[in-house]
């Protein structure tokens, strides 16, 4: 006993303190401009408790008036990079141990389909899953589970087609979605000059262990998204060097 409490109790409450101090730390930190946002409101919270204290007028009132206000306009505003601290805070437990990777003749047409999209200028977004699932994008996308074909990819991201927008997500031999949707990445230095497309790749890649290949609409050119990295693919070996260390 103490303080006329059992021990067990004050053991469990501690680590349920614990845990959710942990969380919100991982929550917020998870995300740059969620981690920004948060200084800023913990700092109109301050302002306002010492013009409470002092008994300001003018800016006691308003201030006080905000800091009430301040958790709705933090989840209409901020909704987007919520969902994305949640994916990252919640990341290991969408790990599948299950793990299935592709075959060489998938990995051969992930890599003919990729360039030859690249000779057309013809904008792509293939990722390709690993332990992490991605299921929780496959569901709001068009699910497919077709074999990987050079011919069904190019198909798919063909312009004007009703699956050319989003992502495939390829899962083992088989494409499981098109036009999958991801979180785009808010990574400051990021190249300005890259589209949403690209953005998506570098968010997918943050927040999984997946593999993204991007294929730029508008130059043509060959990137991959891995760890949160954006490399650009010079040639076709060089694709093939990394699919085959991804893939392994």
Not at 26 to 45: C, D, E, P
Not at 110 to 139: F, P, R
Not at 185 to 199: A, C, I, L, P, W
Request: with cysteine.
């Amino acid at each position: 006993m103490l303080f006329g409490i059992p021990i067990w109790k004050i053991i469990i409450d501690a680590y349920f303190v614990w845990v959710l101090v942990f969380f919100l730390v991982k929550f917020i930190i998870g995300n740059k401009r969620m981690l920004s946002i948060a200084v800023s409101f913990l700092l109109v919270y301050v302002l306002a408790y010492i013009a409470n204290y002092f008994e300001f007028l003018v800016s006691g009132p308003i201030l006080s008036y905000l800091a009430q206000w301040l958790p709705v306009l933090m989840i209409v505003i901020m909704a987007p990079d919520i969902r994305r601290s949640l994916e990252i805070a919640w990341k290991s437990d969408t790990r599948n141990d299950m793990l299935v990777m592709g075959s060489e003749k998938t990995k051969q047409s992930v890599i003919d389909a990729a360039l030859y999209l690249s000779s057309q200028q013809i904008g792509a977004l293939i990722t390709i899953e690993k332990h992490n699932t991605l299921d929780q994008y496959a569901e709001r996308a068009i699910m497919m589970n077709s074999e990987v074909s050079k011919e069904v990819l190019i198909n798919i991201f063909t312009p004007n087609t009703p699956l050319h927008d989003g992502a495939v997500i390829i899962r083992g031999d088989s494409i499981l979605c098109a036009g999958a949707y991801f979180v785009l990445s808010d990574n400051e230095n990021f190249d300005k000059t890259m589209g949403s497309r690209h953005r998506a790749g570098l968010g997918i890649s943050e927040i999984t262990d997946s593999m993204t290949i991007i294929v730029s609409e508008e130059t043509g050119h060959i990137s991959i998204a891995i760890e949160g990295i954006m490399l650009k693919i010079n040639d076709r070996d060089k694709l093939m060097e990394y699919i085959n260390m991804f893939m392994k």
